[in-house]
């Protein structure tokens, strides 16, 4: 079996795409907020102007219109936490009011989203490369 030049050429794109999945990217939230990856055991939301409002580690999230929720948990060794004070635990971001609920258990974080019209539990991901930009 004889390879191409054009077999050579997709195998190494798929391996770059491969190579990409797990390092660093940002993601677009609602209104100019981010989502940044910057290790696997640093996820972090940023607000319009560049500052960190959720320290790491976002273990999982959804976007609900321009409402972010998720769950922070501890970060993993060896994340650098120097200036950070994670809130551990369920959040709430508005980015349209700028309104953030953070370090809830999770019977009160339901009940806090149903004050947003949020009746359902949301479905919380992890996040990754492939996830959208909003």
């Not at 009160?108 to 949020?118: D, H, M, P, S, V």
Request: aromatic content about 10%; hydrophobic content about 35%; charged content about 20%.
């Amino acid at each position: 079996m004889e390879i191409t030049m054009k077999q050579i050429l997709i195998l190494f794109i798929l391996l770059l795409a491969l190579n990409n999945c797990g390092g660093d990217y940002n993601k677009n939230l609602p209104n100019n907020y981010k989502l940044a990856r910057t290790s696997s055991s640093e996820v972090s939301i940023y607000e319009p102007g560049g500052k960190g409002i959720i320290a790491p580690n976002i273990d999982r999230y959804a976007v609900i219109g321009d409402i972010v929720v998720g769950y922070v948990e501890k970060p993993q060794p060896p994340a650098d936490l120097e200036g950070s004070n994670p809130v551990l635990g369920y959040f709430i971001l508005n980015t349209k009011t700028h309104e953030l609920l953070q370090g809830y258990g999770k019977e009160k974080w339901l009940e806090k989203l149903r004050l947003y019209g949020i009746n359902e539990e949301p479905k919380l991901h992890r996040s990754t490369y492939f996830d959208r930009n909003y």
